[in-house]
C-alpha cells in the first residue's frame, strides 16, 4: 500500500474574513468601530485578532471609507439597500472575496465590537465545517449561539443575496437554518476570579467600560501567570 505524503496533499485553500462594522451604532450614539478601549479602537483589536487566523481581509462598512484608512484594509459597503443587519455585511464580504481571492471556498465573520473573541476562532470553525459547502458553522459560548461569528461557504452568496432581496429575514441564524448549522463551542476566559464570555460584544457606553475593566484583569491574569 503506497503511503501519502505531505507532498501529495493538495494546498489548503485561503480563508478570507470579514469584520462586521456597518452597523448603526444606535446605542453606543457613536461610530463603533472607533470607540476606545484602553486607548484603542474596537476596529484595532477584531483587525489584531483575526488578521493571523485569515489568508485575506476586508472590512464591512457603510458611510466614509477613509476613516479607517490607518488600518490598511479594503472596505466594502452593504450591496443590499435598507441596513438590513449582519447578512448584508456577510454577502459584501462574500462577494468580495469572489473578486479578490476566488481560489477561497470559506469567508470567517467577526463582529467589531468583540474584542475578546479567540485566537483559535477560524481553526475551530473550520474543523466543525470541514469541506461542506453546504454546512454553516457559527461560535457558541455558555450565554448562547454567536452567529456573527462564524464560516460561511462563498458559494452561497447567490442564495444570501436573494434571500435578502426577498426580505425574508434579517437574522442570521433563520438564513444558515435553511442549511447543516454546526455550533462550535468555545470557552470562557479566567480573569479575577470572574468568567467572562469571550464573545462578549460592546453596544453602549457602560458595555464600553466593562470591557476596559475585563481587558485590565485579563492583563493582570496573564501577567500572574
Given at each position: 500500500m503506497s503511503e501519502t505524503t505531505d507532498h501529495d496533499?493538495?494546498?489548503?485553500?485561503?480563508?478570507?474574513?470579514v469584520i462586521l462594522a456597518g452597523g448603526l451604532s444606535?446605542?453606543?450614539?457613536?461610530?463603533?468601530?472607533?470607540?476606545?478601549?484602553?486607548g484603542r479602537p474596537l476596529l484595532s483589536y477584531v483587525v489584531d485578532g483575526?488578521?493571523?487566523?485569515?489568508?485575506?481581509?476586508?472590512?464591512?462598512?457603510?458611510?466614509?471609507?477613509?476613516?479607517?484608512?490607518?488600518?490598511?484594509?479594503?472596505?466594502v459597503p452593504d450591496g443590499i439597500d435598507g441596513n438590513p443587519g449582519p447578512l448584508a455585511g456577510i454577502l459584501a464580504g462574500m462577494r468580495w472575496s469572489q473578486?479578490?481571492?476566488?481560489?477561497?471556498?470559506?469567508?470567517?465573520?467577526a463582529a467589531v465590537d468583540t474584542p475578546f473573541f479567540p485566537g483559535d476562532l477560524v481553526t475551530r470553525l473550520s474543523?466543525?465545517?470541514?469541506?461542506?459547502?453546504?454546512?454553516?458553522?457559527?461560535?457558541?459560548?455558555?450565554?448562547g449561539v454567536h452567529p456573527v461569528f462564524g464560516l460561511w461557504p462563498i458559494?452561497?452568496?447567490?442564495?444570501l443575496e436573494e434571500w435578502l432581496k426577498k426580505a425574508k429575514s434579517s437574522k442570521v441564524l433563520d438564513f444558515a437554518d435553511h442549511y447543516v448549522r454546526l455550533n462550535v463551542p468555545f470557552d470562557h476566559l479566567e480573569a479575577d476570579g470572574r468568567q467572562i464570555d469571550p464573545f462578549f460584544n460592546v453596544n453602549t457606553p457602560e458595555d464600553a467600560a466593562e470591557?476596559?475593566?475585563?481587558?485590565?484583569?485579563?492583563?493582570?491574569?496573564?501577567?500572574?501567570?
Amino acid at each position: 500500500m503506497s503511503e501519502t505524503t505531505d507532498h501529495d496533499r493538495p494546498a489548503p485553500r485561503p480563508i478570507t474574513g470579514v469584520i462586521l462594522a456597518g452597523g448603526l451604532s444606535r446605542r453606543m450614539g457613536n461610530d463603533k468601530p472607533l470607540v476606545e478601549i484602553a486607548g484603542r479602537p474596537l476596529l484595532s483589536y477584531v483587525v489584531d485578532g483575526l488578521r493571523p487566523q485569515v489568508d485575506e481581509l476586508v472590512i464591512n462598512a457603510n458611510g466614509d471609507a477613509s476613516r479607517f484608512s490607518e488600518f490598511l484594509l479594503p472596505v466594502v459597503p452593504d450591496g443590499i439597500d435598507g441596513n438590513p443587519g449582519p447578512l448584508a455585511g456577510i454577502l459584501a464580504g462574500m462577494r468580495w472575496s469572489q473578486v479578490f481571492c476566488p481560489q477561497a471556498r470559506f469567508m470567517a465573520s467577526a463582529a467589531v465590537d468583540t474584542p475578546f473573541f479567540p485566537g483559535d476562532l477560524v481553526t475551530r470553525l473550520s474543523e466543525g465545517c470541514g469541506h461542506d459547502e453546504t454546512t454553516i458553522a457559527v461560535a457558541a459560548s455558555f450565554n448562547g449561539v454567536h452567529p456573527v461569528f462564524g464560516l460561511w461557504p462563498i458559494a452561497l452568496a447567490d442564495d444570501l443575496e436573494e434571500w435578502l432581496k426577498k426580505a425574508k429575514s434579517s437574522k442570521v441564524l433563520d438564513f444558515a437554518d435553511h442549511y447543516v448549522r454546526l455550533n462550535v463551542p468555545f470557552d470562557h476566559l479566567e480573569a479575577d476570579g470572574r468568567q467572562i464570555d469571550p464573545f462578549f460584544n460592546v453596544n453602549t457606553p457602560e458595555d464600553a467600560a466593562e470591557a476596559q475593566a475585563m481587558l485590565e484583569a485579563l492583563n493582570r491574569t496573564q501577567a500572574a501567570e
